[in-house]
Each structure stands twice: as C-alpha cells, then as structure tokens.
C-alpha cells in the first residue's frame, strides 16, 4: 500500500517564525502535492512537484515556498507565520507507475494541523 | 471557472440504509472523477474511481454512477455503517495537457450515520 506520512500532525508555532512542514511517500511517486484545508474552501493547491527539484505554483502559492530535494521528499516552507495560515495542510502524492492505480489518483498524508498565534 | 461542486453540503442516514452523495461538475473536458472519503482528523482516503468512457463503476459496497450528459457524478453505499460517517470529495482531472496530474476538488458533502 501506499504510504504518504507527514512529520507533524499538530503543529503551534508564534507570528513571524519559520516553519517547515515534511512530507515522505516510500512509492517512487514522482508527483507530490501540497494543499491547504479549511472549512467551507476545501482542499486548495498551494504547490506541487513534478521531479526532484521541480516546482510549480498552486492556486495559493503566496506566502509559502517548497523543495524537492530528493524524489520521496516535498517540503513546504512558510518563511514567515501569519494567523492566516492557520489551517490543515495536506501532503499528497500520485503516479505509481506500472501496476496499482491510475497514475492521476492522489494518495494523501494524515495531515498537519497548524495553529499560528 | 469551471469547479468540480456538490449539492448538498450535510446528508444524514440510517444505519442500513442506501446514501447516495452528488456532485456536479462544469469541466467538460474532465475525463477521470474520484470519490475521496476522509474521516475526522485524518487525510482523504481513496475510495473509487471512474473514467468518463465508463457510466457505472462498482466496488465493495460503494457505487460511482457518472452521467456525463447532466455532468453529474454520484456515490452511492450501499448498507450505510456507522464507519461510513466522514466527509466524502468529488474529483475531476482533465487528463490532458498542461496539469494533467492536478485535481480539481469538490467541497465535500459531510455523512452521519444515525444508529
């Protein structure tokens, strides 16, 4: 089965500070995705990746930045917290290759829970 | 824009009984639709798929009917359990072209199961 895990599922962190959210999937996946979850907006792109070191704008990229550094792993970086980015984030990721399912189902993470104060 | 949407945001049922959960979508160039489930706390699970050069696909106690005419989708579970109660996402993807890979999702549709 597909495995997406993500480092935290809740998370405080203060106005200002620098926040890293990790994301892992151990299926060789070369697409991963990050979004943002929040009540009555559902799920919205914040940014995605097609191969390592390959990045590209959601539909809400302002005020994050990612990485790619390695296949397995997609970063999203919030380089300074704001009480707007109060939120879910979920990490996901899709193209199995040979076998298993449809190359464009998304196979998401537990999620992290971000709280900004 | 075009969006992938849902008619109803709460659907209550009792346990036993058939749910059926609709979405609407305006895309018509969408030719891949998934149904997600994700329960409380937790990240959307996959639950079924289906291709737009099928109308009727069936798993294990779910249905997804795709009328593509009306371009509406359905899920149907059949037996409703209480573990069925969680938030249910519609799914559209293009297929082509630039951002192929990328999801368009519907709001979700919250299901409680009355004992």
């Known amino acids: 089965d597909v495995k997406v895990t993500q480092s935290s599922r809740y998370l405080v962190k203060r106005t200002g500070e620098k926040v890293f959210l990790e994301c892992v999937q151990d299926?060789?996946?070369?697409?991963m995705f990050w979004y943002r979850q929040d009540p009555g907006l559902g799920l919205r792109l914040i940014y995605f990746s097609y191969d390592v070191k390959m990045k590209e704008k959601g539909d809400i990229p302002e005020g994050y930045s990612v990485s790619r550094e390695k296949k397995e792993r997609f970063s999203l970086i919030l380089e300074s917290a704001s009480t707007n980015q109060t939120s879910m984030y979920l990490c996901?990721?899709?193209?199995?290759?040979?076998?298993?399912?449809?190359?464009?189902?998304?196979?998401f993470g537990p999620g992290t829970r971000l709280l900004v104060l | 824009g075009e969006s992938v949407g849902l008619h109803l945001p709460t659907l209550s049922v009792q346990e036993g009984d058939n749910s059926i959960i609709n979405c609407a979508y305006s895309n018509s160039a969408s030719d891949y639709f998934i149904w997600y489930k994700q329960e409380s706390g937790k990240g959307p699970q996959f639950i079924i798929d289906?291709?737009?050069?099928?109308d009727k696909r069936q798993g294990q106690r779910v249905t997804v009917l795709l009328n593509k005419t009306v371009k509406h989708l359905s899920l149907q579970i059949a037996a409703t359990q209480p573990g069925d109660s969680a938030v249910y996402f519609c799914?559209?993807?293009?297929?082509?072209?630039?951002?192929?890979?990328?999801?368009?999702f519907g709001k979700g549709t919250k299901l409680s199961v009355i004992p």
């Open positions: 799914a559209e993807n293009i297929g082509s072209g630039a951002g192929s890979y990328q999801l368009t």
């Open positions: 299926m060789d996946h070369e697409n």
């Open positions: 996901a990721s899709s193209f199995p290759g040979t076998g298993g399912r449809q190359r464009e189902t998304q196979y």
């Open positions: 289906i291709r737009s050069n099928m």
